[in-house]
């Protein structure tokens, strides 16, 4: 019989001096304490295996910078995100111009973030390449695409061409421009708006094909008929299906997007067509150079192409046709009628172009960083207007509108949220973040917080008036000015709306480019164009009036 004590092992009764021998109870259940062992460290890790096959893997990352709009970026990337769910891709939106500027400042603070561009504006990929910033990358199937590019070296392709043409309000217009000389009739007197080149690489690239083809007095000859200087493309074009101006240049897919979505805009192609590479880069010391390098394959893949020619664009790839619905130009016509262009030396003569379209739109001189009235004070106002949906829920409805001169100081913030003004800030620092950095909201009195703080407005128009004065009161001096519109669409997501309005004798009106930031929280996750947040604040458009 064998005994148990207090430990739960076998015993036997030994007598003094004997020797303590086992009992063959516990040779037994030593084994079984044994097999107990092996079955336990067994069970644990064949759990920490099955533990480690069901974690989710580790995704990597990929930063596009990109001046494709949303209609056209968005479907692609949900697209190759099906197809690689292992790469989450981050989106930076907007201008060629702002894109640029913002990789030289991260250039400047140690690190480029971006690990792919796209852009139309063909001479930044030049200067990309000639400083040393790209990795020559050949991606499969580039023997199929269409590249009239030239001394590429292999560091950058074209992934689609834009077209730019007239596209003008329906209901405004009756008979279709069918010649550039048209804009230039009583028609589109005061009514014809190009997208601000400094910004926009497809209106750079247009205003220096026109430039070509007609030379500088074609932009006389449009300044002296009320042509003026706008934002970004998709602003304008947005201004033109809202009827505030007659016609614009134009791109392809956003226009045919808006037409789509019943807004009375059409697009036509004068004889001489604007037709503008987009090309895509890798950066050399991009950190996620295995991702970027799939999504250069994908961006050329018959799959993605046929996504491009849906919306109404050109694909590169040889064999994908655009659906008739559109009537655009096929491939090769387009190619022949497109105004020539030695598009590598654009790189060298591109500061050049865009000062002197501003020059003369703008009635600047060319060559002189001043403004012409540099000292002159200013006289009239300007109205900022905008349409705002307002938006249920948390963590939304904040926005603030100021102006800055264009060494970036401020001069006066004419709105604000109160709730992110009377101290919201502090407990919900994405709420509007930039202006408060900009206002040093933390240093502002509660006089000064309470003259440009409100409660958030219904649904509707809304506007905001600058008197032409600084923080100070003082009349500022004519020349040129940025306004600002930031919103909050939902917790770290917001838009930022930018625009440069010139102060001087004459009216002007500026259409605002849109640079919205996506990005997720841990709670929840990241909107996207498509959201109903992202159209909390749209057509923004800023009036002087002197």
Known sequence: MCLRNATGLSTVGIKKGEAE????CFHKELLFMRKFLFILLSVALITLV????NKEPEQAELNLYTSMKESLIMTLVEDFTVRNPDIKVNINIAGAGTLMSQIEQERINGGIIADVIWTSEIPDFYYLKDEGLLLQYTPAGAQSIQNPLNNTEGYFFPARFGTMGIAYNTDIVKTPPASWYDLLTD???NGF?????STSGTAMMSVAMLNEAFGEQFFHDLNANGTFVGQGSSQVIDAVAAGDIVACLAVDYITFDKAQSGFPIALVYPPEMIVIPSPLAIFKDSTNQDAAKLFADYLISADAQNIIASIGTLPV????????KYNIPSVAEANARAI????ANTASVKNEIVEMFLGIMQNRQTGNGNNSGAHIQATGEVVISFEFVRQSGAASNQYAVWIEDMDGNLIKSLYASSWTADGGYKTRPDSIALWVERASLANMSSIEVDAISGATPRTGSQSHIWDLT??????VLQGDYKIFIEGTLRWKNFVLYTGIISIGNDPVTVVAEATFHFEGTDRYDALTADSVESKMITDVIARFTP
């Open 21 to 24: 021998e086992p009992s063959p």
């Open 50 to 53: 099955a533990c480690d096959r």
């Open 187 to 189: 028609d589109y007197a």
């Open 193 to 197: 708006v190009i997208a601000d080149p």
């Open 317 to 324: 790839l040889e064999g994908i046709t655009v659906p008739d």
């Open 340 to 343: 020539a262009i030695d598009k």
């Open 470 to 475: 600084d923080l100070s009161g003082n009349t």
